[in-house]
């Protein structure tokens, strides 16, 4: 699987977009990109994924570049409830290979 | 409630028991897997069964011993465990070949390990 670079952590106000990036510059023609976030202490919980388009979901929104060599997520309107690790996973056959979990990126919304 | 369910939610263990971690997933997957996840650390795959069978063993310890009597439960047997193996230990089940569907996890058990 493709590997992912995220950065570390990110601050938010509430309210606002939050923009979570992600580069994914080795990634194969098959390989989805998958995004998960996880709340101190819980299990990870799917947001969205994509192969090429951009997609939209009722908590997310996922915008992948031309090339699909990064992506960004998108929460419209940040809740202090979406503060949590965010993980960018690159994997085939949308999701029924085995998940390789990074670091991810803490994002924390202030109020 | 995701649809994964973890037994128990939190477990304190001493070094020389047996214990077991359950699992049971409601969704009509046909794959399961168990993650490690230790303080501060990214979540480590552990076992893979796809339509029960074990696909996937990351060189993982034998004092840990997975078992998947079907495919909509999974055990994790503990025993000898170390203080290291303290962690949140979580559940995930998928439909292998369906794509567009990721993975449901379940809420973990904390083990402690005295």
Not at chain 2, 30 to 38: D, G, L
Not at chain 2, 66 to 83: A, G, I, R, V, W
Request: with cysteine; aromatic share 8%; net charge positive.
């Amino acid at each position: 699987d493709a590997k992912t670079t995220q950065p570390p952590s990110m601050d938010c106000a509430e309210g606002r977009a939050a923009n979570l990036p992600c580069n994914h510059s080795t990634i194969s023609g098959n390989e989805y990109v998958y995004w998960y976030r996880q709340i101190h202490s819980q299990g990870p919980q799917y947001i969205i994924h994509g192969l090429k388009n951009n997609e939209t979901n009722e908590m997310a929104s996922l915008i992948i570049t031309e090339d699909r060599k990064s992506s960004t997520l998108i929460l419209p309107h940040a809740t202090l409830r979406d503060t949590a690790v965010y993980y960018c996973i690159v994997t085939a056959q949308g999701g029924s290979e085995k998940l390789v979990f990074g670091k991810g990126t803490k994002l924390t919304v202030n109020p | 409630e995701t649809g994964v369910t973890q037994t128990p939610r939190h477990l304190v263990m001493g070094m020389t028991n047996k214990k077991s971690l359950k699992c049971e997933q409601h969704l009509g997957h046909n794959a399961m897997y168990w993650y490690k996840q230790s303080a501060k650390k990214p979540l480590e795959l552990m076992f893979v069964y796809n339509f029960k069978e074990q696909t996937e063993n990351n060189s993982v310890p034998s004092r840990f011993s997975p078992e998947c009597p079907n495919s909509s439960h999974l055990f994790l047997h503990l025993h000898t465990l170390q203080p290291e193996d303290s962690a949140l230990y979580l559940c995930a089940s998928s439909q292998v070949s369906r794509s567009g569907y990721g993975y449901t996890f379940g809420s973990g058990t904390r083990l402690t390990v005295v």
